[in-house]
Nanobody, 117 residues
């Protein structure tokens, strides 16, 4: 079994930076793709970025060139470096892990990111 623990959410001014962390524990050998999603009040959860076990990353158009996803397999941790933050980035950010051979992803508890004008 895999558990995900997130940290790093905070209140930040527009144009500022923030780094989110997601630490995985348990059966970490089962983890394939990891990613970050976000959900603003009244909106559906949307993809932010994903990264494969080999380090290949993909981003939503809204965050490309501003956000960077990375993965430290030694520490079993995935990061989301967020730069040039905008008020539109305000949301609860969720970490996700997809496991080899399983259709059921694992979700973190979410961490609040608030960007002020």
């Amino acid at each position: 079994q895999v558990q995900l623990v997130e940290s790093g959410g905070d209140l930040v001014q527009g144009g500022g930076s923030l780094r989110l962390s997601c630490a995985a524990s348990g059966s970490i050998f089962s983890i394939n793709v990891m990613g970050w999603y976000r959900q603003a009040p009244g909106k559906q959860r949307e993809l932010v970025a994903t990264i494969t076990s080999g380090g290949n990353a993909n981003y939503a158009d809204s965050v490309k060139d501003r956000f960077t996803i990375s993965r430290d397999n030694t520490k079993n941790t995935v990061y989301l470096q967020m730069n040039s933050l905008k008020p539109e980035d305000t949301a609860v950010y969720y970490c996700q892990a997809k496991l080899w051979g399983s259709p059921f992803p694992i979700w973190g508890q979410g961490t609040q990111v608030t960007v002020s004008s």
